[in-house]
């Protein structure tokens, strides 16, 4: 993925590759946008589910070529990995001619040159371009590796910028910027006119070659301006294109890097380079280089969501004992990245795959636990024990234990509830797919040097909402607030004296899945005008609730407020800064979150190419919307989640054909899902299927269509969170 210094200079000192690593410029100040964790997610249209592809640098390292590329692709493709859901080719650095010191070569707009040896050119057709069409023949994506800033070699011919009065001169600095093999690149002034021109210029170049990922290596927090402009750059293409920041990026500003990329890494590169013989790639990689992500994993959770994801590096199984790693070490390596959401970039050799490597690589049970776009926390991290969980949308828990060592077998024990079971759940083995049975309570396994288990848990009773007494013992009273007697009250005690800076916190609040909930609040308010409290959700911001009175404060009364929980275990507390709030009996929290339901024929939504509104007596509102498909498309706007993630969305739709119709779904203009409807006896009886989509917090758009055929008559759709 980033890769590069262990080649600094002829022979490639590790000392200066730790140097590279290490180095942070602070030659401008650092722009930090401070927005909630996924809230700020890059919304370009791609990056929605974490990205699955290969990248030359682990393997192929300083000397890719074209008809390695091209190789490596053809072998995406027959290997049944394209299949598996691995999209990307990417050319990592060396692509492009480096002549020496002086940096890159360029051409007439100061872009980097392509180097023509190792790609050579047919015709007027650039070589990159070349290897990018023969990617996008085998049905695969191509991406492409770039650093910050513009070569010296432009600002010492003081090239033009493409389309405009202004040459690199005028937008250049003096203040050396990170390439770490070829160097030669200085820093940009994006206050200057010219500099963004110069950025769309190049961006402009990529996407004509059909570039559809750009990874910018050697990113600072000094780079945010590149990062900004590069962002705007790419969008102004037309193209989608992926946009991966590199490497060992800092995570205070990682809501930056939330804002402007699709992917960031997180740390250094994975390889081994001590380990290799001279003039070897092998072994790629080592336990010790995997097992300092279980850290970062942990530390940068809260950040990834769709649209942008935490980049722990390349997955370097695939060549059997030439990966570095043990079996069971391979499975891990897998497991983590994949509890994590974190893109699955291949870095071995795909034309030398090891026949039960590649197994591990097509396991759809382990890909669908990344591709479900959660970051797992972790829960459990003791001596060599490492327990990670998360819970999905439909409500599934996964959860992997890991044995940290290399060296001696290790029990791992996780409390349950702290995975968010707190009753019963059947479990299975992601990596075997055999039962494991029923579990509850804590759950124990014994596990080899470097193993994991990965378990998907269904849970079978309890686990999701109900009652919660102030009172309760696992609850958090701080500052004065007290327990009290309330022969009235459920359980015949409450809390009081919250407020003035006293808080009540419930915790262990536990839900199946992410999404607003309809949370009944029983209190007891004696003043004459209504106290007030405020309520706060994990830590987040305070939510002002006005109370009714309730005629004494040992008489409960009950009010609802929408509170967005997060799957698994939450905290609410409640508090006051500056008064009183009234005296608190529990809270109730429904099993499922609040569904919200959308007409097809609301004004709000776009019908376009034919889609008309009709009468349905049986339809919700008494109408439908018809003659979808074709062409035609229905487009649901103002879909609004208050949190990214994959929500199940319900359908209604009409549909009285004898085998079902077909329509295409897009969310947010992304890429199209077919769904296959089931007949419902006639194109005014409405039924309902529900689909897993993934959302971005805020609004968003569902379109509904069908190229070639008609789609069935939509009533509406409901989003359940």
Known sequence: MSKHAAFDGVGGLMSTWLRGLLAVTLAVPVVVVTTASGAGAQDNGVGRTPLLGW???SFIRKAPTAAKIEAQADAVRGSGLADAGFRYVNVDDFWYQCPGSQGPNVDGFGRWVTDPVKFPPDGATDGIQVVADHVHGDGLKFGLYVTPGIAKQAVAQNTPIEGTPYHAADIATTTAEKNYNCKGMVGIDY???GAQEFVNSWANEFASWGVDYVKIDGVGTSDVPDIQAWSNALRQTGRPIHLELSNSLSITAAPTWQRYANGWRTGGDIECYSCEPAGSS???TSWGSVRSRFNQVAAWQPYGAPGGFNDYDSIEVGNGSNDGLTVDERKAQMSLWALA???FILGTDLTNLDAGDLALLKNTRVLAVDQDAIDAKRIVSNVNQQVYSKTEANGDVIIGLFNYSDTASQTDTVDLSSAGITGSATATDVWSGASLGTISGTYSVTLNPGAVQLIRATP??????????????????????????CTACSGGQKVGFVGNGATLTFNNVTVASTGRYAVAIAYGDGSTTGRQAVVSVNGGPGQTIQFTPTGGFSTPGTMTVTLTLTAGTNTIQFGNPTAYAPDFDKITVPASPIATGYEAESASNTLAGGAKVASCTACSGGQKVGFVGNGATLTFNGVNVSVAGSYPVAIAYCDGSTTGRQAVVSVNGGA?????????????????MTVTLTLAAGTNTFQFGNPTAYAPDFDKVSVTG
């Open 55 to 57: 990248s030359s640098w």
């Open 191 to 193: 206050t200057r006119p």
């Open 282 to 284: 092998y072994p790629l």
């Open 341 to 343: 959401a974190s893109p």
């Open 460 to 485: 079978t009773g309890g686990g999701s909402g109900g009652s919660f007494e102030a009172e309760s013992a696992a609850n958090t009273l701080a500052g004065g607030a007290k327990v009290a007697s």
């Open 672 to 688: 199209g899902q077919t769904l296959t409807f089931t007949p419902t006896g006639g194109f005014s009886t409405p039924g309902t």
